[in-house]
Every structure is written in C-alpha cells, then in structure tokens.
C-alpha cells in the first residue's frame, strides 16, 4: 500500500486475450471500494505499515499483458475499449517481479486481478506465494464468460485468490460444490456478475430488422459445421431480403483471442457458392455497440447471448448442431431460448424464461445495479484487515506431486513458485534492442498463427484421408 496520502488504491490487472482484458479491467473498477469503503480500507492499511492520513479512493489501474500466443494487438485493444492508467507486455516472471518491485518502492498493489486461463492463475498464484512480501495485495480471479467446461479442473486451478468471482448465483453455487467435495476452502467464492453487461434497453426502431449471428473462434470447431452455420445464416439473409444480417467476428485473421481460431469465417465466407447477398454484412467493432442495433441475436453458446438478453433483446440460441456439452449450448437448457434455423427462418422469437434468467444474473430488472456489492465488501473487509494470510492454494506439491510441478514448470516456474534458473526476468531492454526483440517477437507470434490457422487444418485433413 502506498504511503502516500494522495494516492488511492493501486490495482493490477494481467490479462492474456483481449476478452480477459476487458473483463479483468472492468472487474477491477468494479470491486474497488467506493468512497467511504475506500477510505476506510486505505487508512486500515496506511495505518497497519506507519502511514498516516486520508488518501484518495479512485484507483490506479495498472494493465499487464501476458505475452503469448493470444496477445491482444492494438486494434484489438483499441475494440475493447477499455483503458488504463499504464498498460504493458510482460512474460509472468516479469509480472511478479514489478509486483515485486512495487512493493519495495512503497508502491504496493493493494489488488491484483489474474483474467487468465486456469494454468496461468495456478502459477501465478504460487509465484505470488514465494515473493513472500511483507504485505501482500489482495488477490481476485473469475471467469470471463459462461462456464460450460472444464468446471472442477478451472476452479482448482484458481483455488488459493482471495475471491473467486461468480457471475450469476448459479455459478456460485456451482464453485462451491466443486471446493466442498475436495475439502478446499469455499469462502472465496464471491456472486457478482458479468462486469460488462449495460447498455440501454432494447426498443424496437421502426424500418430496421437486424439479426446478428455472434460467431465463437472454436465453437463449432470442425470445416463442416463452420461452413454449415455460414451457408444457413447466408440461406436466411435470401429469405428475408428486407431483413439486414450481420455476422458479427471476434477477430481478424491473424489474430487471435481467448480461443484459437482455425477456421476465420472471413475466409470460409470467400469460398461460399454464389456469394454473399446485398443485406449480408461481416463486421467487427464493440459488441455493445452492434448490440444497439441488433433484433434478434442469434449464437450457438456466446456470452454474447448473455449481453443481448440483458437488454432485453430477443435472442436465440442454435440447436442444429445438437444441443451438445462441445458446444457449450446445453448452458441455456430450460432458457427457453433453444432454436433451430429451421425455426428461425420462419419467423420464430424464442421468450426466455424469467427464473433461468435471475439465475444467470442477466434479468433486467434493476438488480444488476447491485450485483458487485458483495464483491466490493470482500474487498474492503480483507483490505482492512492488518494482515493477510498467506496464499494457500489447493494444489500443492504434496496434494497433486504429478500435476503441479509439471505446470509451474510450463510457466518457468519451480515446485515452490520461485523463478527456475535462467528464468529470472532481466531488465527491460531500449533503444535498438527493444526495437529489434519486438520485431522478433511479433514476427514468432505471426509464425505460430499462421501455422495454426493455415498449416494445422491441412495437416488435419491429410491425417483424415
């Protein structure tokens, strides 16, 4: 915690994907006390290390990018809109270390938010452990969207923060189970909400009829079904000239986001018989943004879905490719909200029912206003608190000696968190050398995307024949 009186509280955020940036950067304005709770918090730990005096409570918000094959690019960044007071590229011993070093500089992190991949968090979870600063910050990790897979290997991996944010009450109640039934701790579990649902509410404009398909970089995954939700969405753009349909894209090809994207749409679109009609569009842009002109969103399993029915917006969510746990669809069973093209093309509007709907914590009825109000208190509570208890996350070299070290390891990390030889991170290069181990670096991260959009799908073709 900064000694300072003038400063409020220091928040770092590392992301590794341009969605988990967005979630982590309105995460962290979110929970961060407000007003008195700030205050309050600040002059508990001012006080706790010899400081004195009332300090400001908006916080500074540090960005840190994990660098990897998701690392978003500045259109990317520049689409979320999210900004911060600093923002950089870091591998994660260059995270830990100015964590580090903030704190030996008297300018503590008060919290750090982890949006990253599971693996990701475990590490830097054990890192954090073996920094053993005198005090530590407070340390928050959830998921960026609907969990659908991986539910009990994700939330192990993120056992150990301090708060474990929930989206909606029927996650929370899902964390739980998974904590209790391997005897962990489950106190961190906190209900909150998705940091980026908002917008106004939906209001039909007369002349306009927009249905936006939000595509997924890995669902469905396969050649086939890509090609077949294309052709359906372009078959129903024929049907309904006077509709507009817009199949709105995560990313360009070359990038890459949360997931990997093998199959763009953009390049499956170029391929499509007959090309494509005069009222069908590819766009990117905010997805709020597409939102306020949209009239029925239509997905197979995106958090855009999410987005679109707190603002009311009609939405479907697609049942051609079964309803499936690949898909990540079988999420929205008794929604209400499950529908064919078939269905669609004649003119159906799915009525999503109002009890999934409070479950998920996407009703628009006020209620979302609140939603961040037991996160915030964690957050104040364990800020005010004189001292924190070491981090202690479930997996250990002595509960899981075959999967732990293993995983560190990936991250250049030691069974006992600390940095492995050769692996410290070195001071930031200027000048040429930066120019140059950029370029580099850009160059490598262009290679791997390339390989895994261009080079993969042949090699997995061949193996086929």
């Known amino acids: 915690m900064p000694t300072s009186t003038s400063e409020g509280l220091r928040v770092a955020v590392l992301a590794d994907s341009d969605t988990r940036w967005k979630w982590g950067a ?34 500074q918000l540090d960005g840190f990018l994990l660098r990897g094959r998701a690392t978003p690019t500045p259109r990317q960044l520049a689409e979320v809109k999210v900004d911060a007071d600093a923002l950089r590229e870091v591998t994660g011993n260059e995270f830990l270390r100015a964590v580090e070093h903030a704190a030996d500089t008297d300018r503590r992190y008060d919290v750090i938010v982890l949006a990253l991949v599971g693996g990701a968090v475990q590490a830097v979870l054990h890192g954090l452990a073996a920094l053993r600063l005198a005090r530590r910050p407070v340390v928050v990790t959830g998921y960026v969207g609907v969990v659908y897979e991986k539910l009990a290997d994700g939330l192990l ?4 923060a301090d708060v474990v944010l929930a989206n909606s009450r029927h996650d929370a109640e899902r964390f739980r189970a998974v904590y209790e039934g391997v005897g962990a701790d489950a106190s961190s579990v906190t209900e909150a909400a998705l940091p980026f649902l908002g917008g106004a509410p939906y209001e039909r404009s007369e002349g306009r009829d927009t ?47 949360t997931h990997i994207e093998e199959l763009p749409y953009q390049r499956l679109a170029g391929k499509l018989p007959g090309g494509l009609p005069a009222n069908f569009r590819l766009v990117y842009g905010h997805m709020g943004e597409v939102l306020d002109r949209t009239d029925l969103l239509v997905t197979v399993s995106s958090t855009a879905a999410l987005e679109s029915l707190h603002r009311n917006i009609p939405t479907a969510v697609l049942t051609d490719l079964g309803v499936r746990e690949a898909l990540g669809n079988h999420h929205f069973l008794g929604s209400g909200l499950l529908a064919s093209f078939d269905r669609l093309d004649a003119g159906h509007r799915p009525d999503p029912d109002p009890e999934w709907l409070a479950r998920q914590g996407v009703a628009a009825d006020g209620s979302y206003d609140t939603a961040f109000d037991a996160a915030r208190e964690r957050v104040a509570e364990l800020l005010q608190r004189p001292e924190l208890p070491p981090l202690a996350p479930y997996y250990t070299p002595a509960t899981a000696p075959g999967y732990l070290p293993g ?25 040429v050398r930066k120019a140059v181990r950029d370029a580099v670096r850009a160059a490598a991260r262009g290679a791997y995307r390339h390989g895994v959009q261009r080079v993969a799908p042949v090699i997995r073709r061949m193996g086929e024949l």
């Open 26 to 59: 309105l995460t962290a304005r979110r929970i961060a006390p407000h007003d008195a709770d700030a205050e309050t918090a600040a002059d508990a730990r001012a006080e706790a290390e010899g400081a004195r005096g009332r300090r400001d409570s908006a916080p």
């Open 157 to 160: 991996l993120r056992h150990g």
């Open 211 to 257: 249905l936006v398909f939000a595509a997924q970089p890995s669902v469905p995954a396969t050649r086939a079904d890509r090609t077949y939700l294309l052709r359906r969405l372009v078959e129903h753009a024929r049907l309904h000239p006077e509709r507009e349909v817009l199949l709105k894209l995560r990313s360009k090809p070359g990038e890459h986001t």
């Open 407 to 431: 995983l560190l390891a990936r991250h250049h990390l030691a069974p006992d968190g600390a940095p492995l030889a050769g692996a410290a991170p070195k001071a930031e290069a200027s000048g």
